[in-house]
T-cell receptor, first 110, second 112 residues
């Protein structure tokens, strides 16, 4: 089946630092999504990307759809304690199911 | 408007019993997805509905699992003869255009 590799698995950073995480797939996607999940909650959609090379921002979050269509990146600038959570990437091939990465657990020290 | 609603939020059941999990999608969303998330793990695809049809049910782990959707709206995921390995959070998502997915809060199933 489809493989989505997400890294890093976890991060421990200081408040105010910038964060980068990425996902790579074994095949081409036409959609990349980024989610944040907090304990006891469902994943919340942060950013959706639909075109190769697309760069989209949502506040301090910026995500990019890789030009190969096999990868995507999420950056968080000037992290704050409420950024804590697990971030998931998700990719979609042909308007069918979404494949999810294994998540990046973000810890922010005040 | 209201988001995706799942019920119950928590369910504890005895091994061997059947359970039904319900999902109310966002009004007007034609696509509906079920995923399963084990503790500390990523999301495992179970089944996808477009309207009342299920074009992809490839993720259902065994014939003990089934799902249906009626009226292009509410969906029910049924697990028969539950086993301990079925314990997980079951997440439902809906989409207006099949190009993004909005999740509910999940149903935490514990089989004892």
């Amino acid at each position: 089946g489809q493989q989505l590799n997400q890294s890093p698995q976890s991060m421990f950073i200081q408040e105010g630092e910038d964060v980068s995480m990425n996902c790579t797939s074994s095949s081409i996607f036409n959609t990349w999504l980024w989610y944040k999940q907090e304990p006891g909650e469902g994943p919340v959609l942060l950013i959706a990307l639909y075109k190769a090379g697309e760069l989209t921002s949502n506040g301090r979050l910026t995500a990019q759809f890789g030009i190969t269509r096999k990868d995507s990146f999420l950056n968080i600038s000037a992290s704050i304690p409420s950024d804590v959570g697990i971030y998931f990437c998700a990719g979609q091939e042909n308007f069918n199911k979404f494949y999810f990465g294994s998540g990046t657990k973000l810890n922010v020290k005040p | 408007g209201a988001g995706v609603s799942q019920s119950p939020s928590n369910k504890v059941t005895e091994k061997g019993k059947d359970v039904e999990l319900r999902c109310d999608p966002i009004s007007g969303h034609t696509a509906l997805y079920w995923y399963r998330q084990s503790l500390g793990q990523g999301l495992e695809f179970l089944i996808y509905f477009q309207g009342n049809s299920a074009p992809d049910k490839s993720g259902l782990p065994s014939d003990r699992f089934s799902a249906e959707r009626t009226g292009g709206s509410v969906s029910t995921l049924t697990i028969q003869r539950t086993q301990q390995e079925d314990s997980a959070v079951y997440l439902c998502a809906s989409s207006p255009r099949r190009t993004e997915a909005f999740f509910g809060q999940g149903t935490r199933l514990t089989v004892v």
